[in-house]
């Protein structure tokens, strides 16, 4: 008997000894994950009007500015176009009056004065296209729009038109 209690003790001193020797604590690993995608917002609005205000019907080259603000994720690049209610893919738009049949052209432009760069609505989120390019910063980015209108001869009233922006990303 006094054999099987050494045989019984050795066993349980080897099997503490295993468990003892285990790493503590023990570990594991997880991951924490996210995707995250491009994106961008525009704002225009009444903030963003073009306004000619009142002009003489003789008025010629008349030059007007204002800004948009766009904000896109970190260097997501993206592409502005302009599209006039006409639907004039080279930003050429028409005013009309609240009644009557004269309209006020004028054009779209990305820079100002008659010779600036005529800003239309062929821009893709791959081509920049007669649109405005730019990469985004994670924060709001100011661009501005001119406009041109050649000739103010038309009956006197009050004229408006509306201006469809597009970030494409």
Known sequence: MKKLSLIVAATLAVTTS???????????????????AKACSVVAGAGSNINFNTVDSS?????????????CSKTT????????????????????PATGSDTV??????????????WGSTATSVAVGNGVAGTGT????????????????????AYSDTVTVQVNY
């Not at 003892?20 to 994950?33: D, R």
């Not at 008025?59 to 904000?71: H, K, M």
């Not at 052209?105 to 005529?118: F, I, P």
């Open 59 to 71: 008025a010629t080259n008349l030059s007007g500015t204002s800004n948009i603000s766009v904000t």
């Open 105 to 118: 052209a004028y054009q779209l432009r990305s820079a100002a004065g008659t010779s600036g760069a005529v």
């Open 138 to 157: 994670g924060a709001a980015q100011t661009i501005p729009v001119y406009a041109t209108v050649a000739s103010a001869n038309v009956t006197p009233g």
């Open 77 to 96: 690049p993206y592409n502005i176009g302009l599209l006039p209610s006409n639907n004039s893919t080279t930003g050429a738009g028409v005013m009309s």
């Open 18 to 36: 295993a468990v003892l020797a285990a790493t503590s604590p023990a570990t594991a690993t997880f991951q924490v994950l996210i995707t995250v």
